[in-house]
């Protein structure tokens, strides 16, 4: 063997020892839960028949409820996310998706859809999302907390007509992440029951 070949396979094993030690260093990649709660609303046979289409709008949030991150109340005034957790998709879209559901499969109206459905609803349902959170509040577990603002809108002359304000809570059985998401299916269902209802 020259020289030549003998230099060009020390580089080479040394190259191989760089990527096989460089290997153990890069980080590893997050890995990150996606929850996707599912409401069980069961349409009530007591809500009355109605000969009207309506349109539910998109939630109104603020900044931080206006995505899929999953946020926690660890003290009053104090906001912040389960790291390594989020929902399917940001919160005013699972709480559109629950209502345009529930109402759809209780048959109570003539018509149901998002805004950009195709239909022309004489009213308009629109929903504001004032918390959405396990809520220590001071607690050694969370609530999952859901309080949402409604407003009924007649779209003949723009008027509204009914305001009403939701809220339910939730305990978690444990502190764990997985037991907060079924906290939150729950409350989610009843108050998208109640909004149903209502």
Known sequence: MNIHSSLSLRWIAAGLMLTVAGCGIVPKKTEIAIYDPQPRVQPDASWPQVDTQLVVLRPNAERLLNSARILVRPTPGELQVYKGATWTQPTPDILQDAIVRTLEDSRKLAGVTRRGGGIAGDFDLATDIRQFDADYAGGASPSAVIEIS??????????????QLFRHATPASSTAIVDVHRAFEQSLSAVTRDIAGW
Do not use: E, F, Y
């Open 150 to 163: 409604a407003s009924l809108i007649h779209n003949g002359d723009n008027r509204v007509v009914a305001t």
